[in-house]
């Protein structure tokens, strides 16, 4: 089958087509929009996607609906931006028109001071308020758990949230009430054809299909795979890496799809932790604490479960919760697929059992059984929007006589991979789930790890982490007053 080929991204801004032939493997949405386009509205602060200040809105389709989600524009690549609509703060207001409500409600609240990151707190409250007119307070925190202010103390901020739907109607926005001719739009810039511009130093991919990713890959095994680019942004921002040739993936509706069989759910590999979010917090609400957890909100909107796995960090965030559920990953090169226990995929650290030219096609997990009691805790520094310093899961199949049948363990920044605790694990098996046994399997865990000591915590650290965690997993599983205890906690020291 012959693919056709296109040279030119194309994506609106704001309320214009853009075209460009000459697109940089390496050139940010930050850059494009404040060097190339004088919109400088759009901050940079930390140009690693924590701080917020870059944020915009990317609309963008899946399967015939538009959604607008912030995004981090500092690591937000041009070149993934085709068939989108970007959104910046210069389109909230007319020119000599009326502020945007979202805008309003800033002033009247006295929620800017010195200013800089106020853009970015418009653009994310933007989004909140079209999808969530009157949020609580909780919605609203989560929603701004990606933006930073060194200046307000965010109440004034929030303030401003609870406003902004009593000085305007969400049904009078411009995007809502040109929704249907946006869609129309960016449905007239999906053509099907892959995307290649520029020669092999500067070569960019976006595939027509997840069949025309396979092939493309096949063939150029070298190649950096980008799906939501939280990891792969800093490799450029911060590490001037040279990431050429790049192929693209978030355009593809192939590798976004869930589907919810009769013992497990399946996710694609370009699933977003926000796409995922309701089917996983409805089939493990164990795991709902932690996935609010996952970076702040535009972190969450462009990264993806696949890349978080592919990407082989002894520090993601999903691979021990995967990993103690029994989860596998199905890897795909060309046409040949193949799967293994999601494990046996962390060979070393920067180390996966991954072939030049294969990918993560999808993640597979395991429905939890009656017996099974599961928790999985994250460790950090601070509470929101940090990485771990420890991440525990913990997994345990109890029988009718309240002995351990079953248990799996595992651990992220306790080794150089996420690890499973296989010797304490097996000191739990075939005991009774008492205190005395974990106190017992407690001495153990030497035996499975030997941490690190960096700057987010020391080696003696981590490890009596993880032996507290197991404690406290035990007791949150208890029968107390005939009410069982069996939820995932989310902890910050």
């Not at 701080?51 to 959604?67: E, F, M, Q, S, W």
């Not at 909780?138 to 609870?162: D, F, P, S, V």
């Not at 789930?433 to 020391?458: C, H, K, M, N, Q």
Request: aromatic fraction near 6%; glycine fraction near 8%.
């Amino acid at each position: 089958m012959t693919i056709e080929i296109r040279n030119t991204i194309r994506f609106l801004l704001n309320d214009r087509l853009v075209e460009l032939a000459g697109v940089s493997p390496v050139q940010t949405l930050l850059d494009f929009l404040r060097i190339d386009r004088n919109l400088r509205g759009t901050k940079e602060g930390c140009a690693e996607g924590d701080c917020g200040a870059c944020t915009v809105l990317v609309g963008r389709l899946y399967d015939g609906r538009l959604t607008y989600e912030s995004v981090n524009a500092c690591i937000r690549f041009v070149a993934s931006l085709d068939g989108c609509h970007v959104v910046t703060v210069e389109a909230l207001a007319t020119p000599n028109g009326p502020l945007h409500p979202v805008q309003q409600a800033m002033v009247d609240t006295h929620a800017s001071q010195c200013g800089f990151c106020t853009p970015g707190f418009v653009m994310s409250l933007y989004g909140l308020w079209m999808e969530n007119p009157r949020p609580s307070v909780q919605e609203i925190e989560k929603a701004l758990q990606g933006n930073l202010c060194r200046c307000t103390g965010y109440a004034a901020i929030i303030r401003a949230a609870e406003a902004i739907s009593s000085i305007g109607e969400v049904g009078t926005d411009p995007l809502v009430l040109e929704r249907e001719k946006i869609t129309r739009q960016l449905v007239s810039l999906r053509d099907g054809r892959r995307i290649d511009i520029g020669g092999e130093e500067e070569r960019v991919v976006l595939p027509a299909s997840l069949d025309d990713f396979a092939a493309v890959l096949e063939a150029n095994p070298e190649a950096t795979i980008v799906a939501g680019s939280t990891d792969v942004g800093l490799w450029v921002t911060k590490f001037m890496r040279d990431i050429a040739p790049v192929i693209h993936l978030s355009h593809l509706d192939e590798l976004r799809r869930i589907s919810v069989g009769a013992d497990a759910i399946t996710l694609a590999a370009g699933v977003s932790y926000t796409d995922a979010y309701p089917v996983i917090v409805r089939h493990f609400p164990q795991l709902r604490e932690l996935w609010d957890r996952i970076g702040g909100a535009q972190v969450r909107n462009m990264g993806t479960v696949g890349g978080n796995i592919a990407n082989g960090s002894p520090i993601g965030d999903t691979p021990p919760a995967l990993i103690a559920l029994g989860a596998s990953v199905t890897l795909r090169k060309g046409g040949r697929r193949r799967t293994l226990p999601l494990e046996a995929f962390f060979i070393a650290y920067g180390r996966q059992d991954r072939e030049p030219g294969e990918f993560v096609e999808s993640v597979r997990i395991p429905f939890l059984g009656e017996a099974d009691r599961f928790a999985v805790y994250k460790v950090s520094k601070r509470l929101d929007e940090d990485i771990s310093s420890v991440c525990g899961a913990f997994r345990v199949t109890l029988d009718g006589e309240g002995k351990v049948a079953g248990a799996t363990i595992a651990f992220g920044g306790m080794a150089a991979t996420p690890k499973r605790a296989t010797n304490v694990e097996a000191a739990l098996k075939r005991q009774r789930w008492t205190s005395a046994t974990i106190e017992t399997a407690v001495g153990i865990f030497e035996e499975d790890y030997t941490p690190l000591t960096d700057w987010r915590a020391s080696a003696d650290y981590r490890m009596l982490v993880a032996k507290n965690l197991l404690r406290r997993f035990h007791l949150e599983t208890q029968e107390i007053r005939n009410v069982r205890i069996d939820r995932a906690v989310a902890v910050a020291v």
